[in-house]
């Protein structure tokens, strides 16, 4: 959608793909103005998209499909680093509603197929569940785990909660390292408590804190503040996608986080941990099979 997004360059390059021209702006109402500015008759058109702000993007990113198609694109597919709308997965409250299988639905009729990085996936256990195209979540463990091995010297991961134990259990076993993982009592929607197991036999290890996404920063910052009490003096923070919502970067940055990084899925400060290697396999898949 955007060619400034940090991915656009490396996987055109990897796929040795045509970069296509868009041109994209808004009328005064608001409504949205697309010109596809480049040949689509014929070709497999891959339309890259930053999802982390999905509302105000979603009609203009479902005009560039259905527009493609009428301009003759042979096969239409969508790579979305960072997967919104997996978060409403049920109906808690009468009337809700259940937004993740409504996004999948709406995706699969203009698409035919997407690749995404490390979804949050909790009560959908795959997409092939909730969307009806071919769906490829790769994971970003290797992305991770070739930073940590980068390291000097041994270190512990750390996962803040239950949730986080298959990413850092992955890249453990990728590097061999140490782990823990927390247990989070959440007390509120901006309120969570954390509890490490005994640190006594990592004294001197600098801990990396593993998670998918840090968006308000609150169960990362509990878990370093967690950690200094403990006597951990270095901690480092990796997660797949940093969104970092209501300054959350410059909190944990004040809260003595050394290494604050995140995958390149979404345009950021600290969001440089390349994740065109373990995206190209899926794409060159899908494309080969479409």
């Keep these: 959608m955007e060619e400034d997004l940090p991915l656009f360059g490396p996987l055109c390059a990897a796929l040795d793909a045509e970069a296509g021209t868009l041109q994209r702006r808004r009328f005064p109402d608001g409504e949205s103005y697309l010109r596809v500015c480049s040949p689509v008759s014929g070709k497999q058109c891959i339309v890259l998209a930053d999802l982390s702000n999905p509302d105000p993007n979603l009609p203009a990113l479902l005009f560039l499909a259905d527009t493609l198609r009428e301009l003759g694109a042979e096969t239409v597919g969508l790579v979305a680093p960072y997967l919104c709308y997996m978060r409403q997965d049920r109906r808690f409250h009468p009337g809700e509603a259940v937004t993740a299988p409504s996004f999948a639905r709406l995706i699969s009729r203009y698409f035919d197929w997407l690749v995404c990085v490390d979804p949050h996936l909790h009560r959908i256990h795959r997409l092939e569940e ?17 930073w940590v091995a980068a390291q000097d010297g041994p270190c512990l991961l750390v996962g803040p909660d239950a949730e986080s134990r298959q990413w850092v259990n992955s890249v453990a076993k990728q590097t061999g390292s140490p782990v823990i993982v927390g247990e989070k009592h959440r007390l509120g929607d901006r309120a969570v408590e954390i509890a490490f197991p005994e640190l006594s036999a990592f004294q001197g290890y600098p801990a990396v804190l593993l998670d998918d996404v840090i968006s308000s920063g609150h169960t990362i910052l509990e878990a ?62 899908l494309l080969s099979n479409s």
């Design 130 to 146: 909730v969307y009806t195209i071919p769906a490829v979540a790769v994971s970003a463990a290797p992305v991770l785990a070739g």
């Design 224 to 285: 370093v503040t967690r950690l200094r009490q403990a006597g951990v003096s270095q901690v480092d923070c990796l997660a797949v996608h940093g969104l970092y919502a209501e300054g959350a970067f410059a909190k944990l940055e004040q809260a003595g986080v050394r290494h604050l990084l995140a995958s390149n899925s979404i345009p950021g400060r600290g969001n440089t941990l390349d994740l065109s290697p373990v995206l190209i396999p899926a794409i060159s898949g």
